[in-house]
């Protein structure tokens, strides 16, 4: 079976930092894109940032761009999304998930598995 696992979620103050990590099992995780996505109380789950398989091409939401950086560690099957600077409007439960082609998607449709969440919060 297919797991994603994050974790690294948790309460920090807006300028720090955090970084999350998501630990995959049960595909070939150098096959495929992965990304991590995010969802704020009352609205709808956002793409946060993908990365192909080979990681060398990544995409950012416009928001997150130059604070975030997304990366993945082939030997460990595990993704990172390195947060820094932090801001109130950041807070959201962080998703990973697995595309269903090698490229970094940009959309939900993309997504063919998801994993569970980890909750960020951004206190001002």
């Known amino acids: 079976d297919v797991q994603l696992q994050a974790s690294g979620g948790g309460l920090v103050q807006a300028g720090g930092s955090l970084r999350l990590s998501c630990a995959a099992s049960?595909?070939?995780?150098?096959?495929?894109?992965i990304g991590w996505f995010r969802q704020a109380p009352g609205k709808e789950r956002e793409v946060v940032a993908s990365?192909?398989?080979?990681?060398?091409?990544?995409n950012y939401a416009d928001s997150v761009r130059g604070r975030f950086t997304i990366s993945r560690a082939h030997a460990r099957s595990t993704m990172y999304l390195q947060m820094n600077n932090l801001k109130p409007e950041d807070t959201a439960v962080y998703y990973c998930?697995?595309?269903?082609?090698?490229?970094?998607?940009?959309?939900?449709?993309?997504?063919?598995?998801w994993g569970q969440g980890t909750l960020v919060t951004v206190s001002s």
């Open positions: 049960g595909f070939s995780f150098d096959d495929y894109g």
């Open positions: 990365i192909n398989w080979r990681g060398s091409n990544t």
């Open positions: 998930a697995q595309f269903r082609t090698p490229e970094a998607a940009t959309s939900l449709r993309g997504v063919h598995y």
